[in-house]
T-cell receptor
Framework: ETGVTQSPTHLIKTRGQQVTLRCSSQ?????VSWYQQALGQGPQFIFQ???????GRGNFPPRFSGLQFPNYSSELNVNALELDDSALYLC????????????????FGAGSRLTVL | AQKVTQAQTEISVVEKEDVTLDCVYE???????LFWYKQPPSGELVFLIR??????QNEISGRYSWNFQKSTSSFNFTITASQVVDSAVYFC?????????????FGQGTRLTINP
């Protein structure tokens, strides 16, 4: 069973640029969530995608956007990068739509570490 | 609002000692789920346990045990006979149904260092 894979693992951008991060979900999972983890902090929910639609968004500005594809893989796009966007971006997949709400175990990837200079 | 507090930022013990990581949560939901995840230096969050709010039985898995007390809104994690490989950052998380999505609210994490 293949886990969650993310790319790239590390990248460096300058302020004002745009970045795209990619995530392949675990086999059999149809829901993808994205989290931002600043240094020394716990992960913060950005948004979740189910059946190619965003179905929940945390407290992040519109310059954070995403996509989910028919094969359930996903992209996170961040426009107009700011210094505070420097963080580890974690993708997580889950079965979604099954079982009790809130019960799903999220399987996380190793993350993409973004540095904005 | 949902909130998870892990008051211990860092813990350092010598191998074979027992160590307990504290987690306190706040929620208005009557049904909720609590999780513990481990984050090794490689970065990915590794699932350890999920607990339903209706199930207050303590759970033991090898050297790991969890104590869930609804009365004090706590979900503490104990490692018995710690090993160097247990060194990692540990996160407690509360699951919230949010705008139709499942959202995990994480604590700030406890960095555990096991010294040989």
């Amino acid at each position: 069973e293949t886990g969650v894979t993310q790319s790239p693992t590390h990248l460096i951008k300058t302020r004002g640029q745009q970045v795209t991060l990619r995530c392949s979900s675990q086999s059999g999972h149809n829901t993808v969530s994205w989290y931002q983890q600043a240094l020394g902090q716990g992960p913060q929910f950005i948004f979740q995608y189910y059946r190619e639609e965003e179905n929940g968004r945390g407290n992040f500005p519109p310059r954070f956007s995403g996509l989910q594809f028919p094969n359930y893989s996903s992209e996170l796009n961040v426009n107009a990068l700011e210094l505070d966007d420097s963080a580890l971006y974690l993708c997580a997949s889950s079965p979604g739509g099954q079982g009790a709400p809130g019960a799903n175990v999220l399987t996380f990837g190793a993350g993409s570490r973004l540095t904005v200079l | 609002a949902q909130k998870v507090t892990q008051a211990q930022t860092e813990i350092s013990v010598v191998e074979k000692e027992d160590v307990t990581l504290d987690c306190v949560y706040e929620t208005r939901d009557t049904t909720y789920y609590l999780f513990w995840y481990k984050q090794p230096p490689s970065g990915e969050l590794v699932f350890l346990i999920r607990r339903n709010s209706f199930d207050e039985q303590n759970e033991i898995s090898g050297r790991y045990s969890w104590n869930f007390q609804k009365s004090t809104s706590s979900f503490n994690f104990t490692i018995t006979a710690s090993q160097v490989v247990d060194s990692a950052v540990y996160f407690c998380a509360l699951s919230e149904s949010f705008q139709g999505a499942q959202k995990l609210v994480f604590g700030q994490g406890t960095r555990l260092t096991i010294n040989p």
